[in-house]
């Protein structure tokens, strides 16, 4: 007989369905060439940032292609931004810079000023995800009002800038298209599209 406790230690096959999505991300993740990550330290109180990597200018190269941006000052800038978000006093929470980051990498800034708005949006992601634990936890009407309040403000502000991003990618163009345009005998134009019935001026 077959043993009953090596049936239930006995791995168990992955599902078809769930294999297909396990190589998606797979393929997925191979596809993506992103910098690496952001590892921070408090030295002599200064934070200092560095990525894991081997080599330092080709991390620093490819974080440069996360931004958009060939510009080492724009560079640095926004690295220091990312930075502070995981740091707090002394302490470090490079989980807080490094999520920051995977959403500017998402967003594929194509330059300086998609790249700022990417940096805007995951750090108001993070204050919205902040008071909605508030809001979970208030101990009185007062405090339920004042997170209600920032989180409806914050859900908002998100939604503005990615409809802002939407519309800068594309340049905020409108097309307008007329179907047709008749005049009639009186100078007075139709606009629409227009159907007559019966014979046409021309007898045909």
Known sequence: MTNKA????APLATPKA???RINAVAEKQAARADGPPMKLEIVDGA???T???AEPDVAHILMMA???TCDPHFMAGIQGDVARIGAYGSAI????SNF???VVREVQPRDELEAMLAVQMGAVHQATMMMARRLNHVDNITQ???AERALNKLARTYVTQMQALKRYRTGAQQKVTVEHVTVNEGGQAIVGAVTHGGRSNNGK
């Not at 090596?6 to 230690?9: A, G, H, I, K, L």
């Open 66 to 68: 996360d931004l958009g």
């Open 51 to 53: 990525f894991t990597h």
């Open 144 to 146: 339920q009002d004042a």
């Open 100 to 102: 920051l980051l995977s």
């Open 47 to 49: 934070l200092q940032v």
């Open 18 to 20: 769930q294999q297909a």
């Open 6 to 9: 090596e049936n239930r230690s």
């Open 93 to 96: 929470d490079e989980g807080a």
